[in-house]
């Protein structure tokens, strides 16, 4: 199976596979792959003559092995994309026709959809071509994932900003990629630093209430801080809904309670058990087993999932719990 940077590099150094299958429920990094061969592949002065943009919901297998059995008009190779390629009927059909093609020939399909791997028209794809699952980055991994493309793009962002980032925006790459090249345009003549008053100004979280802020005040037992966020949240209901507050701390205790039953607790064996890299966020949970005793941290875990359940009306007799209650009668459970 190949990787992104791997798929990248062999493309820049014009190296290509007859065919690629993109796959996967992240559509970013298939978009982004999708985008680069459709420049690189062919000279922009035969994109007219050898490459060819299919739509899924109106193509059909046949239209693809036909178009992918023609040679290239004067040039050495042809290019058929065929985007969301998850639309067309009957598509795993096409892999009775894996290495019939031209040599000439490079077909690349944008399928945007979880790929069942035991299928014959996924794991003949790995062996006739290239192979790239995209996957959803889980939100645990968001602030190592952030900082890394901020890296890629000369931004230094610390740990908290990129965690206000990733609460603010969530697992939504394409957002994020735009909101990240806007702030290098921002900070490109000061260093290339985002400060928190940067993110505030100009992505628009605050860089005092968010969630972010509202779990470290819960990781440290900050109760006070804590409620002036929830207050906050409580006025502001349209931009900081309690259905995001909840994911939050569920994957915090939900990590915390595998640290609690570690045989050793040490930097290394939570960063194997979570698949962390980053020491600042082993010791968020370094803190919680300090103070969070497992029972709580179970107890914890349940009361989260009482209060998702009240927030979309179950047990509360068909209406819905206000959101400011919810979170601080929530809270309250937590500190107390």
Avoid at 130 to 135: H, Q, R
Wanted: hydrophobic residues 40%.
């Amino acid at each position: 199976m190949a990787t992104y940077s791997e798929i990248v590099e062999s493309v820049r150094k014009r190296d290509y596979a007859p065919f690629y299958l993109l796959v996967g429920e992240e559509p970013y990094f298939i978009d982004e792959l999708t985008a680069l061969m459709e420049k690189r592949v062919i000279p922009e002065d035969e994109w007219d003559f050898n490459r060819t943009i299919l739509y899924g919901d109106n193509t059909s297998v046949a239209d693809i092995v036909n178009e992918a059995r023609r040679f290239p008009m004067m040039g050495d190779r042809q290019l058929i994309v065929v985007r969301e390629a998850q639309l067309v009927e009957h598509i795993e059909a096409l892999e009775a026709h894996y290495g019939t093609f031209p040599d000439t020939t490079v077909l690349v399909l944008a399928y945007k959809k979880k790929a069942d791997k035991r299928k014959a028209f996924f794991s003949k794809a790995e062996k006739t071509g290239k192979l790239f699952v995209s996957e959803t980055i889980p939100d645990y991994k968001m602030q190592d994932f952030i900082q890394s493309a901020a890296a890629g793009k000369k931004l230094m962002l610390s740990p908290d900003v990129a965690g206000m980032l990733a609460d603010y925006l969530g697992n939504d790459l394409e957002k994020l990629m735009n909101e990240l090249d806007k702030l290098a345009l921002i900070v490109g003549e000061r260093g290339g630093a985002v400060t928190p008053e940067i993110v505030e100004q100009y992505v628009g979280v605050s860089k005092v209430f968010n969630n972010f802020e509202l779990l470290r005040a819960v990781i440290n037992r900050d109760a006070g801080k804590a409620f002036r966020i929830a207050q906050y949240f409580a006025r502001n209901e349209k931009e900081h809904p309690i259905q995001a507050t909840l994911p939050v701390l569920f994957n915090y205790f939900s990590n915390l309670m595998i640290v609690c039953y570690l045989p050793q607790k040490n930097n290394a064996a939570i960063k194997a058990a979570l698949g962390l890299r980053g020491d600042f966020q082993v010791r968020d949970y370094l803190t919680g087993l300090r103070m969070y005793q497992t029972r709580k941290v179970y107890d914890i875990i349940h009361q989260i999932r009482m209060t998702d359940a009240r927030s979309k009306g179950v047990d509360t007799t068909g209406t819905f719990a206000d959101s400011g209650d919810l979170l601080r009668e929530l809270l309250h459970f937590i500190f107390h």
